[in-house]
């Protein structure tokens, strides 16, 4: 008579059935959700750039809005840029323009509370 070997698994079997419970019955309670802050609406697009453009005969226009008289353009631009985040302005010249002039109407754009003013160079024509 030949006998053959054969390993019990029924104890077996039964350490992984209560290990199968145990674990079933413990998830449960170890998964505590995480802290999630949901990001809130995204910024603001940005403005439209404004472009203060010196014209040849002394004509300021921003934004195709026509100064003549700098104390003018100064309050209407500091009337702008108080409620604007970003205070950037581009200034344009004509090639003809007194540097001493640009100057003026920089130091008018400062006063007005602009933080960065950017030259734009000439268009080529």
Known sequence: MVTKASPNVVPLCDIL???LI????ITPM???GV???LPGPGPQPPDKPIVLTIEKDG???VNKEEFRDPEILGKWLAEIY???SDKTIFVQSHKHV???NVVKVIDLIKG???DNVCLMPQEKQ
Do not use: S
């Open 30 to 32: 170890v998964q505590a």
């Open 59 to 61: 004509l300021i226009t």
């Open 112 to 114: 007005a509370g602009v």
């Open 98 to 100: 007194v540097y001493k």
């Open 22 to 25: 145990i674990f079933m019955v």
């Open 82 to 84: 108080r409620t604007k």
């Open 17 to 19: 059935l209560v290990l």
């Open 35 to 37: 802290d999630v802050r």
